[in-house]
């Protein structure tokens, strides 16, 4: 089987002392056309102060990138970028890539055609026509001239290439130790950005008609500038670039088919996986595109760049037989210190069969990741829930161990299928207490509302136990359950193969939790959870707690009936577990 002694051996994986090119031009090139995007945005937002603020601004702020230096660092970054991007596409060897992945391929091709017809008026204008370069004439272009299409169109464009952008920073920062912190404020950047940036224009746009209201020639100076055939002769330029364009995108698709048709044909290989899964592609497939081709779960959490190694893989055929890593495989793997068997997935393209083990596969953590829930540590609202077994010390008294270890089971069963039917996950389970967290995929509501109702079905399938179970061992089941919201970091333990939160939220759980057998209720919830969740705060027990070491006082409400519970949920939730309302009620301390 597998062989030590082979080219990629641990020797060759020193690190190189230069980046990969391919991976610097195009984080390099991506940076630049961003910062131009930015300031060129900024510069928009400025027509919420008028059209002249507007103007003035652009003096300064593309200054710049009117320059010699400037005009070729950014059409040069934007040819050399989307090539690179239509190399990518060339060498994927499919499609069947997570969403994620694939929405930002689209609003990368989406791009070109919209910036071309932009660039051709404005730059094209300026140099064959003498067109000015101005946001007066731009803003009668689109607003006065184009309000149905080139406005609209231009916002397309606005939106469609931050996001490209942002998702792009996004994945080269994430696994920066201080994303997290950050990420807040990057993301009120990220939304504000484009919005200032059209609200300026539309700002301008008004501006523009306000002046002409007043002086009757403006209007008419900004129509005799460009005459009917300059126009037509612009829009012939921009429809052939974007036919160049449309036929260069075609070619890359269609050379890619006929390379998988030709290699499947005559060169097909075979990647098996330890369950003798086996994906039969053609040469050229990376292994992750093997197994993705195969619907075979297979982490890759920077998106197949060779940055986070989480898609390696152990060789157990002979290593001799693979090509050596390329620069960016090694340097990622000689920082992780790995040993020669193991290789990254997204970079290695075998030239041979080959059987492969993923080293940090994890079927829940792959479906997570495709309906594209947080796995990345990061800092986000989450809804801790801690419920906790009544008695269970009585539990023992007098039964056998393997009742009592019966009776666990069933609960802590009841708790963990209510919490993920409902979207929770559980992190811990200490005896009889049971931790756990919603993150509603990002959505602090969905968190609330998720964390309630999985509340309200536990409470009923723990009515249905509790008549079961004092009938068979005289232990009506009593818990204790308590719910708050805030702030935790998220993520995937990787040594537990679990994924965790930590934050000051679920120690104040576990807190409401306690205080439910002094207040002799069942379960306790913070304010702050019912009103995210969006429902009335009900007129039952509500305290103001100190926790120790939480600064603020905590405010809540506490539920001795269900049917309080179930009231204040009500029609809102879809029935999960535990069937119908159980007969039995809870009995609390
Ligand atoms: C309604 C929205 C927009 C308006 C009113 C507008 C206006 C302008 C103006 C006034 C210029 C000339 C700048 C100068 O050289 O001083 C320009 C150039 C340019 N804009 Fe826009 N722009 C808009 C949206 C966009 C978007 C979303 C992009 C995407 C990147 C973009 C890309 C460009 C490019 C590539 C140039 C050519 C730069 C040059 O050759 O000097 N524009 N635009
Ligand atoms: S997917 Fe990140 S290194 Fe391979």
């Known amino acids: 089987?597998?062989?030590?002694?082979?080219?990629?051996?641990?020797?060759?994986?020193?690190?190189?002392?230069?980046?990969?090119?391919?991976?610097?031009?195009?984080?390099?090139?991506?940076?630049?056309?961003?910062?131009?995007?930015?300031?060129?945005?900024?510069?928009?937002?400025?027509?919420?102060?008028?059209?002249?603020?507007?103007?003035?601004?652009?003096?300064?702020?593309?200054?710049?990138w009117r320059t010699l230096l400037g005009q070729t660092l950014l059409y040069g970054s934007f040819l050399i970028h989307g090539g690179l991007g239509l190399y990518a596409i060339y060498r994927r060897r499919h499609l069947r890539i997570p969403r994620g992945e694939l929405f930002q391929i689209l609003l990368g091709l989406s791009i070109p055609p919209l910036v071309i017809l932009h660039a051709v008026n404005v730059r094209l204008g300026y140099q064959l026509f003498n067109l000015p370069l101005t946001y007066p004439w731009l803003i009668y272009r689109y607003w006065e001239l184009s309000p149905f299409v080139g406005l609209p169109r231009q916002f397309l464009l606005l939106l469609v290439l931050w996001i490209h952008g942002c998702i792009g920073l996004r994945s080269w920062?994430?696994?920066?130790?201080?994303?997290?912190?950050?990420?807040?404020?990057?993301?009120?950047?990220?939304?504000?950005?484009p919005i200032l940036a059209m609200s300026g224009i539309i700002a301008?746009?008004?501006?523009?008609?306000?002046?002409?209201?007043?002086?009757a020639a403006f209007r008419g100076a900004f129509a005799r500038l460009q005459t009917p055939a300059e126009a037509a002769a612009l829009a012939k330029i921009g429809e052939t670039?974007?036919?160049?364009?449309?036929?260069?995108?075609?070619?890359?698709?269609?050379?890619?088919?006929?390379?998988?048709?030709?290699?499947?044909?005559?060169?097909?290989?075979?990647?098996?996986?330890?369950?003798?899964?086996?994906?039969?592609?053609?040469?050229?497939?990376?292994?992750?595109?093997?197994?993705?081709?195969?619907?075979?779960?297979?982490?890759?959490?920077?998106?197949?760049?060779?940055?986070?190694?989480?898609?390696?893989?152990?060789?157990?055929?002979?290593?001799?037989?693979?090509?050596?890593?390329?620069?960016a495989e090694a340097n990622t793997l000689a920082a992780i210190g790995a040993p020669a068997d193991v290789r990254l997935a997204c970079q290695l393209r075998p030239i041979?069969?080959?059987?492969?083990?993923?080293?940090?596969?994890?079927?829940?953590?792959?479906?997570?990741?495709?309906?594209?829930?947080?796995v990345a540590s990061n800092e986000h609202e989450i809804v801790a829930l801690f419920v906790d077994l009544r008695d269970s010390t009585r539990l023992a008294d007098g039964r056998l161990p393997y009742d009592a270890f019966y009776v666990i089971d069933k609960y802590v069963g009841a708790v963990c299928k209510a919490v993920e039917s409902h979207g929770g996950e559980v992190t811990s389970v200490a005896g009889d207490g049971v931790m756990c967290?919603?993150?509603?995929?990002?959505?602090?509501?969905?968190?609330?509302?998720?964390?309630?109702?999985?509340?309200?079905?536990?409470?009923?399938?723990?009515?249905?136990?509790?008549?079961?179970?004092?009938?068979?061992?005289?232990?009506?089941?009593?818990?204790?359950?308590?719910?708050?919201?805030?702030?935790?970091?998220?993520?995937?333990?990787?040594?537990?193969?679990?994924?965790?939160?930590?934050?000051?939220?679920?120690?104040?759980?576990?807190?409401?939790?306690?205080?439910?057998?002094?207040?002799?209720?069942?379960?306790?919830l913070s304010r702050a959870v019912i009103e995210r969740a969006g429902?009335?705060?009900?007129?039952?027990e509500r305290r103001s707690v100190q926790i120790r070491s939480v600064s603020q006082e905590i405010e809540t409400v506490a539920f001795r009936e269900r049917e309080d519970f179930a009231d204040l949920i009500g029609h809102e939730a879809s029935r999960g577990p535990g069937g119908a309302a159980g007969s039995g009620r809870l009995r609390q301390v």
């Open 173 to 193: 920062l994430r696994f920066r130790p201080w994303y997290p912190a950050w990420t807040p404020v990057l993301a009120a950047l990220a939304t504000l950005v």
């Open 352 to 374: 041979e069969d080959v059987d492969v083990t993923p080293l940090l596969t994890l079927k829940r953590w792959e479906t997570r990741m495709a309906a594209s829930r947080p």
């Open 437 to 524: 967290f919603f993150d509603g995929g990002g959505d602090p509501r969905a968190a609330a509302r998720g964390a309630m109702i999985a509340l309200r079905d536990l409470w009923i399938s723990l009515s249905e136990l509790s008549v079961e179970f004092e009938a068979a061992f005289d232990f009506p089941v009593r818990f204790g359950a308590g719910c708050h919201i805030g702030i935790a970091v998220v993520g995937g333990l990787e040594s537990r193969r679990a994924v965790q939160f930590l934050g000051e939220v679920g120690n104040i759980a576990a807190r409401l939790q306690a205080l439910t057998k002094e207040a002799g209720c069942a379960v306790i």
């Open 241 to 327: 670039l974007i036919l160049i364009y449309l036929g260069l995108v075609g070619a890359v698709f269609a050379a890619r088919a006929a390379l998988d048709w030709r290699r499947r044909r005559y060169r097909a290989i075979a990647i098996t996986y330890p369950d003798g899964a086996r994906a039969v592609v053609p040469r050229g497939f990376s292994i992750l595109e093997a197994s993705r081709w195969a619907g075979t779960p297979h982490m890759s959490m920077c998106g197949g760049r060779g940055r986070c190694s989480t898609c390696r893989v152990r060789i157990r055929s002979d290593l001799a037989a693979l090509p050596s890593p390329n620069v």
């Open 204 to 215: 301008a746009g008004r501006d523009f008609d306000a002046t002409a209201a007043q002086d």
């Open 535 to 540: 429902l009335p705060v009900p007129a039952l």
């Open 1 to 64: 089987m597998s062989s030590v002694t082979s080219s990629a051996s641990t020797a060759q994986r020193k690190a190189s002392r230069f980046p990969p090119i391919e991976r610097t031009l195009r984080l390099s090139t991506g940076l630049l056309l961003f910062t131009f995007a930015a300031s060129h945005f900024l510069n928009h937002a400025c027509g919420i102060f008028r059209l002249p603020t507007m103007e003035a601004v652009r003096f300064v702020l593309l200054w710049p």
